[in-house]
């Protein structure tokens, strides 16, 4: 299916999906800490996207168990949230969605618990940075592959596993649309991106070597060398000017 074109009032929907899924994220941010389980997120997320009107488009979503992933060090994506108790200097991405009147909002952040790793820190804050870089990327009249270029060309040079096969994704009526948007790719090839279609970007990068392998509970993507991996991920509206990210960091609450 084709990227669609939303409208004034698909967007205000999205805009307001993407508010449940940033609060959620400022009341993760707030509750990690060492001795929290990764089910303690979980049941947060829940009851925030309850308390605000939305539903969860992760939980039961082809089965999945869970009203967020939670991928603890050397998971990449899809950890399923449970009883694994959270440690100092351990990292967690969170991957967090919600819907509102039928569209969707997806963003994943990846936390550190207590004090960090120097590497583990540069892994985070480059992780980031190369979702700005993809971001800034998402503009009308670039071809689609302008943004995984923009990833890779700041990922690359500093080393990192840039995980190929997960990556970003359409979004709107549903939470993965097409087309596919890999954290990869040329610059010049893919549809042209147009005003008004909405995207999830959603670099990983691992410390290692980029080789992934799903564990046996069929969900939880790791990295095959199980170095440490990050995860960062906004949804964002195509405009004319600067692309306008639908799921803010609501800084500031966040201390
Ligand atoms: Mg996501
Ligand atoms: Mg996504």
């Not at 994220?25 to 509750?31: I, K, M």
Request: hydrophobic share 40%; glycine share 12%; aromatic share 6%.
């Amino acid at each position: 299916m084709a990227i669609t074109i939303k409208n004034e009032k698909e967007i205000e929907k999205m805009r307001r999906a993407g508010h449940v899924v940033s609060e959620c994220h400022v009341r993760v941010a707030r509750a990690i800490s060492p001795g929290v389980t990764t089910g303690d997120l979980n049941a947060l997320v829940r009851d925030t996207i309850k308390e605000l009107g939305a539903t969860s488009n992760f939980y039961g979503h082809q089965g999945f168990p869970g009203y967020i992933c939670a991928s603890v060090n050397d998971q990449i994506v899809h950890g399923i949230p449970g009883k694994r108790v959270l440690h100092e200097g351990d990292i967690i991405a969170v991957d967090i969605g919600a819907i509102v009147d039928g569209f969707h909002g997806d963003s994943a952040w990846t936390y550190p618990v207590g004090e960090i790793s120097a590497d583990a820190e540069r892994l985070l804050r480059d992780t980031e940075a190369a979702l700005y870089e993809g971001i800034a990327a998402a503009r009308a009249g670039n071809h689609l592959g302008a943004i995984g270029h923009a990833v890779e060309a700041y990922a690359a040079p500093r080393g990192y596993g840039i995980v190929k096969g997960y990556g970003g994704h359409g979004i709107g009526r549903q939470m993965w649309e097409e087309p596919h948007i890999p954290n990869v790719g040329d610059a010049d090839r893919g549809i042209i991106l147009r005003k008004g279609m909405t995207v999830a970007i959603e670099p990983m990068l691992n410390l290692g070597d980029e080789a992934t392998r799903v564990l046996g509970d069929q969900w939880t993507v790791v990295t095959a060398d199980r170095s440490w991996s990050a995860h960062f991920e906004h949804t964002v509206l195509i405009t004319n000017g600067d692309p306008e990210i639908l799921t803010p960091r609501l800084v500031g609450v966040v201390q």
